[in-house]
């Protein structure tokens, strides 16, 4: 088994923004789990169809037609075959299959439904994920840039509140005020890169798509 090393792009290369029609087409053509949900829903109505053809209404007719001849051997009883003809005409309805198929029928339709509404929810589990990590990721690339100038606006300060404070001009206690609140800043936009490498990686993973190298993991892995 070989290591894969993950290196997480730079912040500026990251995408400004991440359409959710584009994202909607990378899932349906990649994600595994959405692809297994389609292909257990045609494999359903497979199901349903081979189970309606093979129980439908069978009736069979068979024909025989033949000379008779009496000899006490084979061979001279098909020598001169006589002019007596035998036709026998035999009809086989299955009439007391007709509950059973009935019943078979409704049981396959049954889980037709089933297997539809599983799907249809699943479906619908992974859109609302993907609509929600989308919006959640252009959210971060709004806040991001915002907390960064707050960080850096808030490091400025503090370094020229230090200045003030060694000639006298402010107290210990309002300097520590201005550290704190640099503190926080910095909290603020570690914690909103944090996300947004987060539901970078989420999108990433739910698309099967690197949008920073514009190409398929699969394509990604196999050039390793």
């Known amino acids: 088994m070989n290591d894969i090393d993950v290196c997480a792009p730079c912040?500026?290369?990251?995408?400004?923004?991440?359409?959710?029609?584009?994202?909607?087409?990378?899932?349906?053509?990649?994600?595994?789990?959405?692809?297994?949900?389609?292909?257990?829903?045609?494999?359903s109505e497979y199901d349903l169809h081979i189970t309606k053809t093979n129980n439908r209404f069978n009736a069979n007719i068979s024909l025989t037609y033949g000379l008779n001849q009496?000899?006490?051997?084979?061979?001279?009883?098909?020598?001169?075959?006589?002019?007596?003809?035998?036709?026998?005409?035999?009809?086989a309805i299955p009439v007391f299959e007709w509950g059973a198929n009935k019943d078979r029928i409704l049981l396959a339709q049954n889980n037709y439904d089933m297997a539809?509404?599983?799907?249809?929810?699943?479906?619908?589990?992974?859109?609302?994920q993907t609509i929600e990590t989308a919006n959640s990721y252009n959210r971060c690339v709004r806040i991001v840039d915002i907390a960064k100038k707050r960080f850096l606006l808030s490091?400025?300060?503090?370094?020229?509140?230090?200045?003030?404070?060694?000639v006298g001009n402010i107290s210990a206690i309002e300097l520590i005020d201005i550290d704190n609140e640099q503190l926080r800043a910095k909290q603020e936009f570690v914690a909103v890169q944090r996300e947004l490498y987060t539901t970078y990686y989420k999108i990433r993973h739910l698309a099967m798509f690197d949008f920073v190298e514009k190409k398929d993991i699969i394509d990604l892995i196999q050039m390793e």
């Open 11 to 43: 912040e500026r290369r990251l995408p400004k923004s991440i359409d959710t029609n584009e994202v909607f087409y990378l899932l349906k053509k990649n994600n595994p789990e959405y692809l297994q949900n389609e292909l257990q829903q045609l494999k």
């Open 70 to 91: 009496y000899s006490r051997t084979l061979c001279r009883a098909y020598a001169h075959p006589n002019q007596q003809q035998a036709v026998s005409v035999t009809f």
């Open 116 to 128: 539809l509404i599983q799907h249809e929810v699943a479906i619908e589990k992974l859109n609302e």
């Open 155 to 166: 490091k400025q300060q503090y370094e020229f509140a230090v200045m003030r404070f060694s």
